[in-house]
């Protein structure tokens, strides 16, 4: 049974779509132990709370310096003892010790076809602002290792979605989530929690589901 902890920072529908896969067998072999957020108001800690699922806020604005949190942030992360981390709107850098403890064993959700629109500064509605910016035809959603960069790990799966005529950001973000992050996060976690992904010289390769 594999145990997830999930970082959230807002509002927590991809927490939801975590916990409502596992609950309809769409995510088998899982199970989510743990929610921690650095925001105390964060309705994804009211999701969690409402689905019997211990959470917790741990916030950098509680503790003197940077430093201090990322050990505390560090022995909470230890103390749930999880088999893999999942970012769903965590907007917290994670320390370097805890990547590199859990190497190849966080993933995090990012709403756009990765290498694109990703990096510094592109999180929630600014990768969609700057989407529809450029005027790209096609956006989506990408499920990645995270490593020491920001949104350059292994990527494990990619949806795209078409952008539609008078889409504004609001509109296209909500597309994205319903049509791509929604689906290919719960997947991402099945694919793991089943043995089926393996990372080889930092590409993931899926393999085939064993016939029953
Ligand atoms: C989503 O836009 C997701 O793509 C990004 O942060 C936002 C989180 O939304 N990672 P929610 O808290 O899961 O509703």
Same mark, same amino acid.
């Given at each position: 049974m594999l145990k997830i902890l999930v970082l959230v920072s807002g509002g927590g529908t991809n927490l939801q779509?975590? /916990?409502d896969a596992v609950d309809d067998g769409t995510v088998t072999n899982a199970e989510v132990a743990a929610v921690i957020s650095n925001n105390k108001n964060a309705y994804a800690l009211t999701r969690a709370r409402d689905h019997g699922v211990d959470a917790q806020c741990?916030?950098?604005?509680?503790?003197?310096?940077? #430093?201090?949190?990322n050990e505390k942030f560090l022995e909470a @992360?230890?103390?749930i003892a999880p088999d893999i981390i999942v970012l769903a709107g965590f907007l917290v850098v994670i320390p370097a010790e805890m990547i590199a403890r859990y190497r190849n064993r966080i993933i995090n959700i990012h709403p756009s076809l990765i290498p694109a629109f990703c990096g510094t500064g592109y999180y929630g509605l600014k990768v969609h602002e700057a989407a529809l910016a450029r005027g790209v035809k096609v956006v989506g959603a990408t499920v990645h290792f995270v490593d020491e960069g920001t949104d350059t790990g292994p990527i494990i799966l990619q949806?795209? @979605? #078409?952008? *539609?005529e008078?889409?504004?950001? #609001?509109? /296209? *973000?909500?597309? @994205?989530m319903e049509q791509a992050e929604w689906k290919i996060l719960p997947r991402a976690i099945d694919l793991i929690?089943?043995?089926?992904v393996a990372v080889e010289e930092n590409k993931v390769k899926i393999k085939e589901e064993e016939q029953r």
């Open positions: 779509a975590i /916990l741990i916030s950098p604005k509680d503790f003197p310096d940077r #430093e201090t949190f @992360v230890d103390a949806k795209a @979605v #078409e952008v *539609q008078g889409d504004t950001p #609001e509109i /296209l *973000q909500r597309r @994205v929690a089943n043995g089926r």
